[in-house]
């Protein structure tokens, strides 16, 4: 079957499994990156993924990496630094920014970025929506000044209890590890109990990241689709969700 090409039904999709058989998961191209249409993708997981000179593409993975909160792996190092508080964790606060760095990392094997102007804009009208959400890590800089520099972060979009992940970035060791880990202390903390990664990477296997079949997948998502709001908000004392206090010895 020839590719099909979206028109204004937002709810209009073809076969997601022939996408997966003939054209590697390539589901449709076109449409619009309206609000309406993104949740109705993603509720498919289904996720846009193309450069500027393309139209917007339209993918459905399977199998599909994913990361359950509980299963987040922690190492040593990891562990040593976000115990070390020499940074701060904020949520929803510099959203169009993270966005942005994201855009702007270059990661092995991309020649630019999928994160187009359209697409950005886009996701900036998810956020306003209140679907899109960002994780913020900040530093203090080197003078004397006392204020502070964003250097890592990511953003993802929420629907129900899932929270897709969509793109990281760091500038400083463990800066996007330690984002990572505070959405997964939120995501404890209420209930939110699936992360989507999208495609299997050696980091994120390595931080407890496992492929599901695409069938299970969307199960999940079908099943937690309804959540009540939640608090986007981050509190220190979310960390024991995650590393339970150190207590001296009696």
């Not at 960002?134 to 203090?140: D, L, P």
């Not at 929420?158 to 500038?171: D, R």
Request: hydrophobic letters at 40%; one cysteine or more; a negative charge.
């Amino acid at each position: 079957m020839a590719l099909q090409w979206l028109g204004d039904d937002v709810n209009d999709w073809p076969d997601v499994a022939e996408a997966q058989r003939e054209r590697d998961g390539l589901v449709a191209v076109g449409g619009d990156l309206n609000t309406e249409r993104l949740l109705a993708a993603y509720q498919r997981g289904i996720f846009p993924w193309y450069s500027e000179d393309q139209p917007i593409c339209w993918w459905a993975l399977s199998p599909r990496m994913v990361l359950k909160p509980e299963n987040l792996h922690v190492g040593r190092s990891l562990a040593k630094n976000i115990r070390n508080r020499h940074y701060a964790i904020s949520v929803n606060q510099q959203f169009s920014a993270v966005i942005n760095a994201c855009a702007r990392m270059q990661r092995p094997g991309q020649d630019g970025t999928w994160l187009t102007q359209e697409l950005q804009w886009a996701l900036k009208q998810m956020y306003r929506a209140g679907h899109a959400h960002s994780f913020e890590y900040w530093q203090a800089t080197e003078d004397d000044t006392g204020s502070l520099q964003l250097l890592g972060g990511l953003y993802g979009i929420q629907i129900g209890q899932v929270f897709f992940g969509e793109s990281m970035f760091a500038l400083r060791t463990d800066a996007s590890k330690i984002a990572l880990a505070a959405l997964v202390c939120l995501c404890r903390r209420h209930g939110i109990t699936l992360i989507d990664c999208q495609q299997n990477t050696q980091h994120l296997a390595s931080l407890g990241g496992r492929e599901i079949p695409r069938a299970d997948f969307l199960r999940h998502v079908d099943s937690a689709r309804q959540q009540p709001p939640i608090t986007w908000q981050f509190e220190p004392v979310y960390w024991d969700e995650l590393l339970p206090p150190k207590t001296d010895p009696a």
